[in-house]
T-cell receptor, first 110, second 116 residues
Framework: AQRVTQPEKLLSVFKGAPVELKCNYS??????LFWYVQYSRQRLQLLLR??SRESIKGFTADLNKGETSFHLKKPFAQEEDSAMYYC????????????FGKGMKLTVNP | DTGVSQDPRHKITKRGQNVTFRCDPI?????LYWYRQTLGQGPEFLTY????????KSRLLSDRFSAERPKGSFSTLEIQRTEQGDSAMYLC??????????????FGPGTRLTVT
């Protein structure tokens, strides 16, 4: 069965500090991973996907198949990064539904 | 087009009542998803439509739940005989296949259901 685990629920850092939001997955097929973000009073939106290998708002994430991880990193956090972050796995074939982790709340203090 | 919309945004109902939610996807998005999110959890898949056909349902979707997507445009999710355990945020998402790209899902703002 497919599963996404975000081991930490809360992370609080000061502005300018590095952040790493952990995500581990379990999936028998070829994984396709995403990070979604939800800012206060806004809808869930896609932040980045592993297949694009892009950096969005200074965030990057590398898929490590050996460790079954897809950790989200940013070298210098900003106050506007404060939000809920969800790691998600696309189940390929059929509906291509997303399986989400429980999410992590990132707070960046001034 | 302002994205996926959902109505109502909030619904308070008494246990045992029926409720219906509506989702309007982004125009021309042929795929539509319903997810449920409870406190402290990530969204969980409920059901999926491709055009007007409901092609997949989660085991979370008990027989009190029914979803439709007539004409392949908007969708409704009905919960009959609501229970307190149905209290959650109900999210709708839509997507459209694009050549060379993955099926990004765009989410609506959600309908928050409270069953008293």
């Amino acid at each position: 069965a497919q599963r996404v685990t975000q081991p930490e629920k809360l992370l609080s850092v000061f502005k300018g500090a590095p952040v790493e939001l952990k995500c581990n997955y379990s999936y028998s097929g070829s994984p396709e991973l995403f990070w979604y973000v939800q800012y206060s009073r806004q809808r869930l939106q896609l932040l980045l996907r592993h297949i694009s290998r892009e950096s969005i708002k200074g965030f990057t994430a590398d898929l490590n198949k050996g460790e079954t991880s897809f950790h989200l990193k940013k070298p210098f956090a900003q106050e506007e990064d404060s939000a809920m972050y969800y790691c998600a796995l696309r189940v390929q074939g059929g509906s291509e539904k997303l399986v989400f982790g429980k999410g992590m709340k990132l707070t960046v203090n001034p | 087009d302002t994205g996926v919309s959902q109505d109502p945004r909030h619904k308070i109902t008494k246990r045992g009542q029926n409720v219906t939610f509506r989702c309007d996807p982004i125009s021309e998005h042929n795929r539509l998803y319903w997810y449920r999110q409870t406190l402290g959890q990530g969204p969980e898949f409920l059901t999926y439509f491709q055009n007007e056909a409901q092609l997949e349902k989660s085991r979370l979707l008990s027989d009190r739940f029914s979803a439709e997507r007539p004409k392949g445009s908007f969708s409704t999710l009905e919960i009959q005989r609501t229970e307190q355990g149905d209290s959650a945020m109900y999210l709708c998402a839509s997507s459209h296949p694009a050549r060379g790209l993955t099926y990004e899902q765009y989410f609506g703002p959600g309908t928050r259901l409270t069953v008293t």
